[in-house]
């Protein structure tokens, strides 16, 4: 017997819109955190949906995220956008810059946003994705508060600051990446200490400084980034577009939304947005994109391997037959959830 209920993409969005707009969400800002928030359990990151939700209500009901934020945006050039995200919702913002970078795209070729004074948005990808749409590649970047220690470190100064790039192809899913750019993001690490199950070796460092698979010690201590030194240094370059470039906090100043009521959170996304069309056209750029990709699943398999796939082949697999059969939810969560819109006389089927 399954321990997943299966809830409708429609009504997941609606459940979600309809808790935010009763703490004082406007219905749209509401409807774009919903879409950002399902968009992840879609392609199968179901870290990055409901299971924020509780905390996302928590934050807005002790006013530590602005339930009305009155974005201010500034531009000093056509295609370049600032968003003050007068700490709102992580998906509101998000969701407004990567839309602006589009636009500007549509009219220049090219559309770049950063964000400042913003909260946690949920998976790059929901946002990097929207760039398909419109025939451009995206490309996503945000920091987080100080959980990963630099390539050398003990001690944090880095987010888990995940990158994503989504680029279309023609009959083939789009190439999509959507990392942590440490080992293993920290809301898998929490879900291991919920469930009762340790966590891959590598993943992080505990207080002392030494490698643990104990997911307790590892949220006392440190994450560590992938790849070694490499990895390191994507993490650190996420952190500066995101943000030293935007104007948002870095290097250890974003803080976390649910452990600090002295300050806002800080955090900082940077978007890009590029229109293939500026330099061909897009059917002949998706027709390479599909000779490209093809070629790379016609390689033979090494062993322990069944067959060669690209970054975003399962996650397209997996969004298709969630969005016909519906979205997979742990019992445990469906009943928390149900309790939050009990509370809230949300709703929750």
């Not at 293993?184 to 207080?207: F, M, N, Q, S, Y």
Request: hydrophobic share 40%.
């Amino acid at each position: 017997m399954s321990d997943n209920v299966i809830i409708k993409q429609k009504n997941l969005e609606d459940f979600i819109k309809n808790l935010l707009v009763r703490l004082n969400v406007p219905e749209g800002h509401g409807k774009d955190t919903a879409e950002r928030l399902v968009k992840a359990h879609l392609r199968g990151f179901d870290t990055h949906g409901i299971p924020c939700l509780a905390d996302y209500v928590e934050c807005l009901e002790q006013g530590r995220i602005n339930p009305r934020p009155a974005l201010n945006i500034e531009s000093t050039l056509a295609w370049a956008s600032q968003v003050d995200a007068d700490n709102g919702l992580g998906q509101v913002a998000g969701t407004k810059a990567m839309q602006l970078c589009l636009k500007s795209a549509d009219n220049f070729g090219i559309g770049c946003a950063v964000v400042k004074r913003s909260n946690h948005f949920g998976a790059a990808s929901a946002y990097s994705l929207m760039a398909l749409e419109h025939d451009c590649i995206g490309i996503v970047t945000s920091n987080a508060s100080a959980v990963t220690a630099p390539f050398g470190a003990a001690e944090p100064l880095l987010g888990t600051n995940p990158l994503s790039v989504s680029i279309p192809a023609g009959k083939l899913p789009p190439f999509v990446i959507d990392m942590a750019t440490s080992e293993g993001a920290r809301k898998k690490v929490r879900k291991a200490l919920d469930e009762g199950r340790t966590i891959p070796p590598g993943w992080a460092l505990d207080e002392h400084g030494e490698p643990t698979t104990d997911p307790g010690a590892a949220l006392k201590g440190v994450m560590v980034p992938f790849g070694g030194m490499k990895g390191s240094a994507i993490a650190i370059l996420t952190d500066i577009l995101s943000g030293v470039f935007s104007g948002a906090d870095f290097g250890g100043r974003v803080l976390s939304v649910l452990s600090n009521q002295e300050r806002e959170s800080g955090n900082g996304n940077f978007m890009l947005a590029i229109k293939i069309d500026s330099f061909m056209p897009a059917k002949t750029f998706k027709s390479r994109m599909d000779e490209e990709l093809t070629r790379i699943m016609a390689l033979r398999p090494a062993r322990g391997f069944e067959k060669v796939i690209y970054p975003g082949y399962l996650e397209h697999a997996t969004e298709m037959h969630r969005m016909e059969q519906g979205i997979p939810l742990g019992k445990a969560l469906v009943e928390k959830t149900r309790e939050l819109g009990k509370r809230l006389q949300v709703e929750f089927l």
